[in-house]
């Protein structure tokens, strides 16, 4: 007996009804996108290892699905190595290509090999799948699609002000009221790792800290220690584990915190013009936090860090994040090329509008008319009707077989199409149809244009 089939854990198959919930959800932001002026690209779903390795810090690296060499892989495999089972310093010679893991880095690629065909700033789109081989739970998956905008070229902090509009904007779209846009700035972490002397440790601290959310300050704390930050250091520290207050209040506690450190009050005078000028604008659904927490684990970025979180109640992490990277492309050769982009989660928005049934009613994908096969000649002259109906834009389709008809009609309930047209003998002799109402069970004997306005205007 065959074994029965199954996909890899991680992934999905979607019916229908959920490519169509998806496809709204990817239109949505694909008009944002295009009103606010970002241009749209794609770029493979796989890269060279030496692309992506090494950009995400070490938790990210471990996450990077590698493809293995084609042919025989191992042939030129160093055999100590294999014998010493010695799988990381392995890869690179068995495995020269990898899935990409977001696509931001595959952009930062894109811009330094096209530099001298873009326009800058360069405001672009894109909305592909990414992979991480990452533990499958509610909201996270190992294939899964990002919605990315990204502005390179400028450092104009207007740019940050422009994109929590643009997370407002589509949230607004979406009905999805009560999203918290949170936001921080690497150069206020770089400032607090001066001040409380643990600079050479900064990606392990704000690796640390941005768990505070999920393990708790005690869980922080001894991941800090773990990886050598000193009590006393920690205890500096220890004010962000329960900072609060509004946004302002926040940042005038940092000007303090960070009196002795130049590189963290540019960072809180930075974000000071952002918050200030997106509370005089205001936001229609979404509230803006100052999290001094936030750091989201990557070591690509050096100023703002946005992080999107769901309506409170709803238990789902982030549906968004982004922020600005001054030097990512240098690291393939390009400098001073600043950038600022963030990304929408779409499998985890698309689980928060179901939770919050804030779907609008989405009928199945189906046909609006199915005609009646009983023979090769009615289905010829029913076929020459869809035609016409097809070149008017009316989705119609004839049912295949000349199978009986209280089959033919349950297949048309059971896809809930609204029209059937019957065709026999006596409607080719009259060149007319019978169309039936398949809600009322009204029918009716019309020419093709009267069936053509009763189905558009239906």
């Known amino acids: 007996m065959a074994q029965k089939p199954s996909i890899p854990k991680g992934t999905r198959d979607f019916s229908p009804i959920e490519v169509a919930k998806r496809d709204?959800?990817?239109?949505?932001?694909?008009?944002?996108?295009?009103?606010?002026?970002?241009?749209?690209?794609?770029?493979?779903?796989?890269?060279?290892?030496?692309?992506?390795?090494?950009?995400?810090?070490?938790?990210?690296?471990r996450l990077i699905f590698k493809i293995l060499n084609s042919g025989d892989y191992?042939?030129?495999?160093?055999?100590?190595?294999?014998?010493?089972?010695?799988?990381?310093?392995?890869?690179?010679?068995?495995?020269e290509k990898a899935l990409r893991y977001d696509l931001t880095v595959p952009f930062a690629r894109y811009v330094v090999q096209h530099q001298n065909e873009l326009e800058l700033p360069f405001k672009r789109f894109q909305i592909q799948p990414v992979w991480r081989a990452d533990r499958p739970q509610k909201g996270r998956f190992r294939e899964f699609y990002q919605c990315d905008a990204d502005v390179v070229g400028s450092k104009s902090l207007w740019q940050e002000i422009e994109f929590i509009q643009l997370y407002d904007t589509v949230f607004s779209k979406l009905g999805l009221v009560g999203t918290t846009i949170k936001i921080n700035n690497r150069k206020i972490l770089s400032g607090i790792a001066e001040i409380i002397g643990a600079k050479d440790k900064l990606i392990d601290f704000t690796v640390a800290l941005d768990k505070l959310d999920k393990i708790g300050a005690e869980g922080v704390t001894k991941e800090m220690l773990g990886k050598g930050i000193s009590d006393?250091?920690?205890?500096?520290?220890?004010?962000?584990?329960?900072?609060?207050?509004?946004?302002?209040?926040?940042?005038?506690?940092?000007?303090?915190?960070l009196a002795n450190s130049?590189?963290?009050?540019?960072?809180?005078?930075?974000?000071?013009?952002?918050?200030?000028?997106?509370?005089?604008?205001?936001?229609?659904?979404?509230?803006?936090?100052?999290?001094v927490t936030l750091a989201r684990g990557l070591n690509y970025y050096t100023g703002a860090?946005?992080?999107?979180?769901?309506?409170?109640?709803?238990?789902?992490?982030?549906?968004?994040?982004?922020?600005?990277?001054?030097?990512?492309?240098?690291?393939?050769?390009?400098?001073?090329?600043?950038?600022?982009?963030?990304?929408f989660g779409l499998d985890r928005i698309y689980l928060v509008l179901e939770e919050l049934n804030l779907f609008a009613k989405f009928e199945k994908p189906r046909p609006e008319v199915v005609f009646i096969n009983f023979g090769d000649e009615e289905a010829f002259y029913?076929?020459?009707?869809?035609?016409?109906?097809?070149?008017?834009?009316?989705?119609?389709?004839?049912?295949?077989?000349?199978a009986k008809m209280k089959k033919q009609m349950n297949y048309a309930n059971k896809r809930e199409i609204p029209f059937v047209v019957i065709v026999g003998s006596k409607e080719i002799e009259a060149?007319?149809?019978?169309?039936?109402?398949?809600?009322s069970g009204e029918q009716q004997e019309c020419s093709l244009e009267e069936l053509l306005q009763v189905v558009i205007n239906s």
Do not use: C, H, W
């Open 24 to 61: 709204y959800i990817f239109g949505t932001i694909k008009q944002v996108f295009q009103t606010f002026g970002f241009q749209p690209i794609e770029t493979p779903s796989f890269e060279n290892s030496s692309t992506l390795m090494g950009k995400y810090g070490e938790e990210g690296d």
């Open 74 to 95: 191992l042939k030129k495999a160093d055999e100590t190595l294999l014998t010493e089972k010695q799988s990381t310093k392995l890869t690179s010679q068995i495995s």
């Open 232 to 257: 006393e250091a920690i205890e500096k520290v220890a004010p962000l584990f329960s900072f609060n207050g509004s946004s302002t209040e926040k940042l005038n506690q940092l000007d303090e915190m």
């Open 262 to 291: 130049e590189e963290g009050l540019q960072g809180v005078k930075d974000l000071r013009f952002v918050v200030d000028k997106i509370e005089a604008l205001g936001l229609e659904s979404a509230s803006l936090d100052v999290d």
């Open 305 to 343: 860090i946005f992080e999107v979180s769901a309506p409170e109640g709803v238990k789902m992490g982030s549906i968004g994040g982004g922020g600005r990277y001054d030097d990512l492309t240098g690291i393939f050769g390009l400098k001073n090329m600043s950038g600022v982009g963030i990304s």
């Open 382 to 402: 029913a076929t020459k009707a869809i035609k016409a109906l097809r070149t008017e834009g009316v989705k119609a389709e004839l049912y295949p077989d000349a």
């Open 431 to 439: 060149n007319i149809y019978t169309l039936k109402n398949m809600q």
